[in-house]
């Protein structure tokens, strides 16, 4: 993907040009830690492609793509304590290595910084990104929360989880999106638009996230095969098994999932269910599906269709992840 | 206090119409919980004074208002769990009730929430207040750790105290002055001036909270007794205590401070050599300098001065809180 190794590059000068050399270490160097340690920082090159999409200056729109990188990062320190996580991108995390104190605290400094890297922004444009910014951070909690709340709620709908996951995922990859168009001067309209192609983009990712867990080539992610299902997590594979089983497949997985095991024969018999009822083929159309309903609010935006290729290939590099 | 009683009632109807409804309910009804339990308000009072010296319109200044006390609970819920803190304002803590992972989210949520009550000023205004925000808070994580590392440093000198209770409490209430002072359209200049006040006042105050923990009647605040002694905390009258103490005194408060321990003679023997070093005067005379500070930029504001009464009323209650 030669154009994302071009962001890739630049987001990466920018890391380290704007690495925090303030006092006291033991709260900047955590910080310094996770923002460095990278992944493939996808969300700030989305506010870059939205920035150059509209004729942007990049100059402009590099410290608001920090931004919403600290943004994400404070969320991962801040998930990875309430998940109990030992290990991100490969290496400790923070609140492994330092403690749940500093984990907590590191999170919230990284949270005001990412506010304070819009403050070059004319007012009218850091009051218009900083309301977005807000609101994005704002349903990322209630999503996390609703997230956290399905694991003990009984029955959780389709709907429901389109909504957790919109939250999750899908709005601060649109927020990306717009944040970069606004400060290259997009109409409201085409920001709005461009808006909607990350939200669906990102809920199509998502989606193919818990696919991937129990369908995909999990040495490529560093991740357990089927750790969802483990867990017992009530993914969209579940939610949609759920609904097309029969009585037999219904009661074998209520019996798996009402028990945590690492018993392997958990794995395989639920995986068998899921391919009876066909809902990794309904998965993928639903990712297709999504994918697609992106792609039309790409179109309706008034410009050549070659200066939208890269976000064709984004789309196409986040969803086809080896499957 | 009948002014302040005027402000508190302001801001508890302001608390009340402000009451978060959204959902879920299990991230939003820990936020209204702190939020409703009040304590004394004190820092959007500051908000609404700084606003009212400057004949600013209150309607404008009570969600600004609103933000400052938000960000303050959201530190409270943080600092809460970082403490194992079982009681705030005699109610159970929030993790205590809910969970580490509820008390996390939840602070995240309001000190979002903090920002977007600032979005109903127009954008300069709005940047002028969120960098103010945003500077005040990073500040605030640094002295929280500052604080943090205090107890592992083996040295700490009266300056790094300062500036560490002045980041930790110093430089919220002045923030919140001056936020109140530009929404009412104050100059840079007088904006500043009680930005000062704000800040020296609030530097006075935290050190009347060390000296009362010692010489206070600890009834009126449901606090421990000495709490500070027993969790051998290097408060100023310690810092100061180990300056003045002759090498009899200094090694019986080395004696002491290495252990933890519930032994009332602990106390009893500490409490002594504070007397004997005269700490306990030389801090009541830091507090009276830093009043003074304080004082003298309220001089400064060319306004009569009694527009300027309600801030020596407000300094004479915090600082003479029954000692």
Redo the contacts between chains.
């Keep these: 993907m030669e154009f994302l190794d071009h962001y890739q590059k630049i987001v990466a000068e920018a890391v380290d040009k704007y690495t925090f050399t ?3 270490s ?2 900047y160097e955590p910080m310094n830690y996770i923002i460095s340690h990278g992944g493939k920082r996808l969300r700030p090159i989305m506010v870059l492609m939205g920035n150059e999409l509209f004729d942007g200056d990049m100059e402009k729109a590099i410290k608001p793509a920090l931004a919403i990188e600290f943004f994400h990062n404070f969320t991962l320190i ?1 998930d990875d ?2 998940d109990e996580a030992p290990i991100r991108r490969n290496k400790p995390t923070i609140h492994t290595l330092h403690g ?3 984990g ?2 590191s ?3 990284l ?3 990412a ?2 890297f819009f ?1 070059d922004l004319e ?2 444009l ?2 218009k990104c ?2 977005i910014f ?2 994005t ?2 349903v990322l ?2 999503g ?3 997230d ?2 399905f694991e003990t709620q009984k029955h959780v709908s389709y709907d429901e989880y389109i909504n957790m996951i919109t939250s999750k995922t899908g709005v601060l990859s649109a927020a990306s999106f717009q944040i970069g168009a606004l400060i290259a001067g997009a109409s409201e309209e085409d920001a709005e638009l461009i808006y909607n192609f990350g939200k669906h983009i990102g809920i199509a990712f998502q989606i193919m996230d818990d696919y991937l867990d129990v369908f995909g080539d999990m040495e490529q992610f560093g991740k357990k095969h089927a750790g969802d299902i483990y867990e017992n997590k009530k993914t969209i594979l579940y939610l949609l098994a759920l609904e097309h089983a029969n009585e037999e497949e219904l009661s074998e997985l209520n019996y798996w999932f009402s028990k945590k095991t690492d018993n392997v024969d958990k794995v395989y018999s639920v995986e068998k269910i899921f391919r009876r009822t066909k809902v990794d083929d309904k998965v993928l159309r639903l990712i297709q599906k999504h994918n697609e309903i992106g792609q039309s609010y790409l179109d309706k935006i008034n410009l050549p269709d070659e200066k939208k290729l890269p976000f064709r290939e984004l789309a196409n590099y986040l969803l086809r992840r080896e499957s």
């Design positions: 303030e006092k006291p033991e709260l801040h304590i309430m749940i104190n500093v907590i605290l999170g919230d400094a949270l005001i910084k506010y304070q403050e007012p009218e850091f009051k900083i309301k807000s609101e951070g704002a909690c209630e996390q929360q609703n956290v709340n």
